[in-house]
């Protein structure tokens, strides 16, 4: 494969795959939520919904960070081309 293949599919709007990284710290901490509020084990229960609500703003950063910024720097090209 060669590597502008690479490049584009990794620039292309279609997928955007990379994001599952942001969301597996919040899937682990959902379920030691739920862990902890099956075994009535309250430490485990609030370790769990911090770890679910940091995982959340961390999707988002990433979120932010790799789609739409670059969506808006070339909307941002386009409305400066008027």
Request: proline share 2%; hydrophobic share 45%.
């Amino acid at each position: 494969m060669p590597a502008g293949s690479l490049r584009r599919i990794h620039e292309d709007e279609g997928g955007h795959a990379v994001l599952a990284i942001g969301v597996l710290p919040a899937a682990v901490g959902a379920v030691l939520l739920g862990i902890g509020a099956a075994n009535d084990t309250g430490w485990l229960a609030i370790t769990g919904g911090i770890v679910t609500g940091l995982g959340m703003v961390f999707y988002d950063v990433t979120r932010h960070s790799t789609i739409d910024k670059g969506m808006y720097g070339r909307l941002d090209r386009l409305d400066g081309n008027k």
